[in-house]
């Protein structure tokens, strides 16, 4: 098989059987440059559990009634845990929240108590306060932005992500996303599109078992594949699989089969195996399996806190990073640590001077 895969390509690898898994398999090897395994120590602060789309799947939402939700966390909370997060040697700081939370009045009021009236300018604040008062980088995962507000956050964040999960706008239909408007793919396309044409590092990705077809992955990646080739700023591409947890919508949904998970690992491994993009794979979401994706071309295992759950998939822990490096080895690759933005953009390009010195003194 050569690379520039057709989606007819990705098909065959998707419904591959038998002997054809281990063919398709061997055939990444030709792609790995080396045996390391990537991984960032980070710390997950969550601003706010409001979010203004309610995914089938979700387990991070919060209504605004319940007591227990993050309204709006106070940068007192925020850089407690950062300076705590400093002394585990944590180097990225992740910033996640519900996508247009201030469209919710009880942010809002929190918001004008903390004296903002817009989320972005209190995110934009927040990590320009991480810069000025840590050594972490910021990364920012907060669902879309417009390109202006791109533009802002670019400043003062060394990379940023968005999880495409499908290109199909059938699943709209669906309800994984039938009231999640954040969720249309053209809008969460033209997201990505504008950090590549604003030169930001970026992360991606995509979500399987939530009622997409094989077609459905193989134009997602192809989607993906076509913003790399023109922009050039995707630096990992996440394959992440669903999980069903108690309460949910979708709770009774059947999550990806383990060799639907091995097909779509190494379709990505070959859709992106003649670039420098990086695949990437939860290991808490696999935990008894994730060895097996090393075997089939991926190449990170994400962020991994020592001192903060994962709170997208709170019901799975992250492995301790002695444990990751255990499963690694075993699996005969080593273990490595690195920033939450990758090497190939640490320089004028890609990032500014502020940002470009803070790297400086973490190396």
Known sequence: MTLNLSKEDILQILNSTDSEIIKYMSETVK????????????????????????????????????PEAIILKSKEEILESLKEAEQYGCKEAMFAFGEDA??????????????????????????????????????????????????????????????????????????????????????????????????????????????????????????????????GHIQEVIIQNFTPIPGIEMEDWAEPSFLDMIRTVIAGCLVFGDTDVSIQVPPNLNNDTAQIFLLCGADDWGGVSPVSPDFVNITSPWPGIDELEKLTEDAGFELIERLCVYEKFVNVEWLNDTLLEHISNLS
């Open 102 to 231: 201030d469209e919710e009045e009880i942010v809002r009021i929190k918001l004008a108590e903390y004296g903002y009236e817009k989320m972005i300018d209190y995110v934009v604040d927040i990590c320009q306060m991480t810069l000025d008062e840590t050594s972490l980088l910021p990364h920012t995962n907060g669902g879309n932005y417009s390109y202006d507000d791109l533009k802002r956050l670019k400043e003062v964040n060394a990379s940023m992500g968005l999880m495409l999960e499908n290109s199909s706008s059938r699943l709209m239909e669906l309800p994984a996303h039938n009231k999640s408007p954040g969720k249309n793919p053209e809008v969460r396309l033209e997201t990505i599109r504008n950090a590549g044409k604003l030169k930001i590092p970026y992360t991606t990705g995509i979500l399987i078992g939530i009622g997409e077809t094989k077609e459905e992955i193989a134009e997602s990646l192809l989607a993906i594949r076509d913003l790399y080739d023109e922009y």
């Open 31 to 66: 792609y790995r440059e080396n045996n390391l395994i990537t991984y960032s120590k980070n710390v997950f602060i969550p601003l706010t559990e409001i979010c203004r789309n309610d995914c089938g799947y979700c387990n991070f939402k919060k209504n605004p009634d319940d």
